[in-house]
């Protein structure tokens, strides 16, 4: 058994040990809180004199976020993403990630030194990639939330007018609304049905979504609930500023389409030039893949390449 394998099987056994230990641990503070808020739900069965929730509707409505911690934020980033996964699923996937990339890259490198050091970036790149993906999610749930918005808006406020409680205006826009945003719904008229207040369960509900034009919403109600008002001129006001938002960000887009395009054709013309070294001379690229040297220039290459395409990604993205 050579160096290499007698490596990779001692990282193998290690991060397996460290992934056992670390998904037990989450799945014991997971199973703690629920039995915490199963026993306070049980205490508190219906909401106090005061009008407060009970303390497991509350648990549930501020989200994990309220709680702090590693496990909170990361439980809220999974829930705003709209992934049914527990934490310690999540934590397994960014180890089995870390680990898939060290050993692949370790292997192609052939336990070089300069070839462990890019199989260790490749680790860190392999255990953050799961949250690259959970915030791309996020970011395409509320994008989607925001389309809906404007409608949202317009059916709420036509409620209004027809005589309809905001409550039932609400219901009324989930049912007739399709997902993700009917399903946010939902689940405040179901925290106002085992006794949260309303204002309370739309304040939680834009700390799910974090979402800046549904911000505008929950304000404009939770602020006409306090001084009063025509709350259907005001949402037709607030739908009117959110299509404005969104022609002036379709504008934008228009305008930063072609850097974009650029971005893209940058990032890929080194693959294109390797394709096409392989197809003029195969003797002259095979060196890149069977040497050393060549394999870390190539994993190097790759590396540079990506985050010069994420900062181009990152300077044409203008938020209005």
């Known amino acids: 058994m050579n160096f290499l394998a007698f490596l990779a099987i001692v990282l193998a056994f290690a991060a397996g040990l460290l992934l056992t230990m670390a998904a037990s641990r989450v799945m014991l503070v997971e ?7 199963v026993r306070s739900l049980a205490a508190y069965p219906s909401a106090t004199e005061e009008g407060r929730p009970p303390a497991a509707v509350r648990a549930t409505r501020t989200g994990p976020a309220s709680q702090g911690g590693w496990l909170a934020r990361t439980a809220l980033q999974l829930e705003r993403a709209g992934l049914q996964l527990r934490v310690s699923e999540y934590l397994t996937f960014r180890l089995l990630a870390a680990l898939l990339g060290f050993l692949l890259v370790a292997l192609i490198s052939g336990g070089h030194p300069v070839g462990l050091v890019a199989a260790a970036m490749a680790a860190v790149f392999g255990f953050m990639l799961p949250a690259f993906i959970v915030q791309a999610l996020t970011a395409r749930r509320v994008h989607k939330i925001n389309d809906q ?10 409620s209004l007018k027809a005589g ?22 939902l689940r405040v008229i179901h925290e106002t049905n085992v006794g949260a207040t309303l204002e309370d369960a739309l304040a939680a509900l834009a700390e799910r979504v974090e979402s800046y034009d549904l911000d505008m919403i929950v304000t404009a ?18 739908g009117h500023t959110i299509r404005e938002r969104v022609r002036i960000q379709g504008e934008i887009n228009t305008l930063t389409a072609q850097k974009k395009l650029s971005g893209i054709v940058i990032g890929l013309l080194p693959v294109a030039l390797v ?13 890149m893949f069977t040497h050393t040297a060549g394999r870390i220039l190539l994993i190097t290459g790759a590396v540079l390449d990506l985050v010069g395409l994420l900062m181009i990604r990152r300077i044409v993205t203008v938020e209005v």
């Open 164 to 185: 309809f409680g905001l409550l039932q205006s609400l219901d009324q826009a989930a049912q007739q609304l399709s997902p993700p945003l009917s399903n946010e719904l």
């Open 275 to 287: 394709l096409l070294f392989f197809a003029s001379s195969p003797d002259y690229m095979s060196v």
């Open 221 to 238: 109600i939770l602020i006409q609930r306090t001084v009063g008002g025509n709350l259907a001129e005001i949402l037709d006001n607030v």
């Open 149 to 158: 918005l404007d409608q949202m808006a317009s059916m709420v406020s036509s």
């Open 31 to 37: 199973r703690g809180a629920l039995r915490q808020r």
